[in-house]
């Protein structure tokens, strides 16, 4: 497997596990997880996909900062990159 694969397939997990999780408990693991799945999708000149996660790592520490903030921006940018992986596993 090849490494735009292996981080493909990590950032799926990731998603997944968030998901079973539920995105309403999303934690500061969580987003340093996703911190770093961002670092390598900039190492592998994926800007697109870097920004997206970058947006809902942004989110994310917002939504845990903030008993009161509403959770409808992170499920979009949560969405936004589960259909961005979907769509590259299609196209891989």
């Known amino acids: 497997m090849d490494q735009l694969q292996l981080l493909l397939e990590k950032l799926s997990d990731w998603l997944e596990r968030l998901l079973l999780k539920g995105i309403y408990k999303i934690d500061s693991k969580d987003i340093d997880e996703l ?18 996660l970058d947006e809902l790592a942004s989110e994310g520490k917002s939504y845990t900062r903030s008993i009161q903030h509403d959770a409808e921006s992170l499920i979009t940018r949560y969405l936004y990159v ?7 596993k299609r196209t891989a």
């Open 35 to 52: 911190r770093s799945l961002q670092e390598s999708a900039q190492a592998y000149e994926m800007s697109f996909l870097a920004q997206l």
């Open 82 to 88: 589960s259909q961005y992986v979907s769509m590259q």
